[in-house]
């Protein structure tokens, strides 16, 4: 008497349970890093607040100029010069006549500084300029 039975066994193939889940969780990060990629914002740039100033929706393209206290402007992380900013605003006005500059200058930077920036612009042909602040009740650690 037979008392073994055999029995066929099955093949598990990999089980995609973790392997999505983990791509999942790659998906929401890169998704994350691009969204925080796109507001280029120099942390060391203290923006001052205005009581007019309301929070924009950020549009996608915008260009971020910020002008550090001792006066150095930075697009993308790169330091420029005048005129290494000019003929990238220059190359910016070929591809997009209506393109938007946001200038992002520190509270205790020098006016004139800020001033150069915007005149490069408008030497450009860049004329969608706008300044960023923050609004009056933003807590000082914000800005």
């Not at 392997?19 to 890169?30: A, K, T």
């Not at 190359?91 to 200038?103: E, G, P, R, S, T």
């Not at 960023?132 to 914000?142: E, I, N, R, T, V």
């Amino acid at each position: 008497m037979n008392f073994r039975t055999s029995h066929a066994t099955e093949s598990h193939g990999m089980n995609l349970v973790p392997l999505i889940d983990v791509l999942l969780i790659l998906l929401v990060f890169f998704i994350v890093t691009f969204s925080m990629a796109q507001r280029e914002n120099d942390l060391n740039i203290s923006v001052p607040a205005a009581e007019s100033g309301a929070p924009k929706d950020r549009q996608v393209g915008e260009i971020v100029v910020n002008i550090g206290r001792d006066g150095s402007v930075r697009v993308n992380t790169q330091q420029l010069t005048e005129e290494q900013l000019f003929k990238r605003f220059q190359d910016i006005y070929q591809l997009n006549k209506k393109q938007a500059i946001i200038i992002r200058a520190d509270e205790e930077s020098v006016y004139k500084n800020m001033f150069k920036v915007l005149d490069l612009c408008y030497k450009a042909g860049l004329y969608h300029v706008s300044f960023a602040a923050l609004p009056s009740s933003a807590p000082a650690a914000a800005r």
